[in-house]
């Protein structure tokens, strides 16, 4: 079982920047993630990180966030930077078990809508609110 906890959302003017945090236990696994979701709406992939580094973005991210992890601090980090009000979304953070995953790496189209099962964990989600 993982824990996860996020914390960091806050309401920000267009153009600003957030740090989100997600603490975790026990441990890591091989694929956590950051997800996102606004009421009526699908929830959606926002940025994924495999244990081996490699790291996945939506289309929508066009290089304004970076996700990273520190193990040594077991938190899973999604840095966001140039913020739009279409940005405004609860954020959550996922990770799959490792039993689900067949290496240290994300699956093929992890960050896709509505979320894989294999995102089995969830946080209980931070809320980002931009204004214009």
């Known amino acids: 079982q993982v824990q996860l906890v996020e914390s960091g959302g806050a309401s920000v003017q267009t153009g600003g920047s957030l740090d989100l945090s997600c603490k975790y236990s026990?441990?890591?696994?091989?694929?956590m993630g950051w997800f996102r979701q606004t009421p009526g709406k699908e929830r959606e992939g926002v940025a994924a990180?495999?244990?081996?580094?490699?790291?996945e973005y939506a289309d929508f991210v066009e290089g304004r966030f970076t996700i990273s992890k520190d193990r040594t601090k077991n938190t899973l980090s999604l840095r966001m930077a140039s913020l739009k009000p279409e940005d405004t979304a609860m954020y959550y953070c996922?990770?799959?078990?490792?039993?689900?995953?067949?290496?240290?790496?994300?699956?093929?189209?992890?960050?896709?809508?509505?979320?894989?099962?294999?995102?089995?964990?969830w946080g209980q989600g931070t809320q980002v609110t931009v204004s214009s």
């Open positions: 990180i495999g244990s081996d580094g490699d790291m």
């Open positions: 026990p441990t890591d696994t091989h694929c």
């Open positions: 996922a990770a799959v078990p490792r039993f689900y995953s067949s290496g240290p790496y994300c699956f093929a189209h992890a960050l896709q809508s509505p979320p894989s099962p294999n995102w089995y964990y």
